[in-house]
């Protein structure tokens, strides 16, 4: 099985949803949590099986529920959204925080879109800001671009053209 979730999630990091999809036939009863993510996700986006919200929320909650960060931060996600589930903003923000504790870097970033929203939250640009900061000096490209934004735009911190450069031109050297 460790073989089969390396190649699995090589294929999912890489977008090569197509093959994932043909290397997962046959997994869908699986209790493994990193396939019952790598399930829900192409449930999730429609590839190479007819999109359905439902089966991506209950293979995320699956994932979830058995320890795995990427499920977690997507069941959190889904908990915000009318999509599968009914939205419940308090479980979504236990589990995207479920995540980040887990070591989700990409979660701080999804935490830091929830405070720039104000969605279950007081909308805090401020904090926003310092979640995206903390997301991209942990490697996180996608912050690094909303860092750029930030402070291109001065969301949550002073307009600083210079920094903002630099963040973008991170992101891209990544």
Known sequence: ???????????????QYEELGKLLTNQEDST????????????DLGIDRKKNSEKAFSYFYKSAHNGNPLGERALGIYYFLDNGTEINEEKGLYWVNKSIDDGCVRAICTLAHIYINGLGVSKDEKHAFE????????????????????????????????????????????
């Open 1 to 15: 099985m460790e073989n089969l979730n390396k190649i699995a999630f090589e294929l999912y990091i890489s977008k």
């Open 32 to 43: 493994d949590a990193e396939i019952q993510f790598l399930l829900g996700s192409l449930f």
């Open 131 to 174: 979640l995206y900061l903390k997301a991209a000096s942990l490697g996180d490209t996608h912050a690094m671009k909303h860092v750029s934004e930030c402070y291109q735009k001065g969301i949550g911190t002073d307009i600083d053209l210079d920094k903002s450069k630099e963040y973008l031109e991170a992101s891209k050297a990544k």
